[in-house]
């Protein structure tokens, strides 16, 4: 099956930056999209920023300049570089995949554990 596993989440000051791995594993055949998801405390879970397999991101507002956002297709793998992080910021992070597998060989939706990214002084 497939599984994603996320890394790099920690704690940082803010203005500070921290990069965040998600690595997809199983019989991956083509990934459609790969990106970051978070809930801060109390609140929904949001978008972060997406991106294609050929390269093309999609990011929100409130990160938009701050957060970059990079896929390696060939280790099935997301990064999400975060810089000039907010206290706001602080969440759990967590990647989302669209991929086709030999499990399942048509666009399907999967989601990692969560990483915890926490901004404090």
């Known amino acids: 099956q497939v599984r994603l596993v996320e890394s790099g989440g920690g704690l940082v000051q803010p203005g500070g930056s921290l990069t965040l791995s998600c690595a997809a594993s199983?019989?991956?055949?083509?990934?459609?999209?790969m990106g970051w998801y978070r809930q801060p405390p109390g609140k929904q879970r949001e978008l972060v920023a997406v991106?294609?397999?050929?390269?093309?991101?999609n990011y929100a507002d409130s990160v938009k300049g701050r957060f970059t956002i990079s896929i390696d297709n060939a280790k099935n793998t997301v990064y999400l570089q975060m810089s000039s992080l907010k206290f706001e910021d602080t969440s759990v992070y967590y990647c989302?995949?669209?991929?086709?597998?030999?499990?399942?060989?048509?666009?399907?939706?999967?989601w990692g554990q969560g990483t915890q990214v926490t901004v404090s002084s």
């Open positions: 991106i294609t397999s050929s390269g093309n991101p």
């Open positions: 199983g019989t991956i055949l083509s990934i459609n999209v």
């Open positions: 989302n995949a669209n991929v086709r597998s030999g499990q399942r060989p048509y666009p399907y939706q999967y």
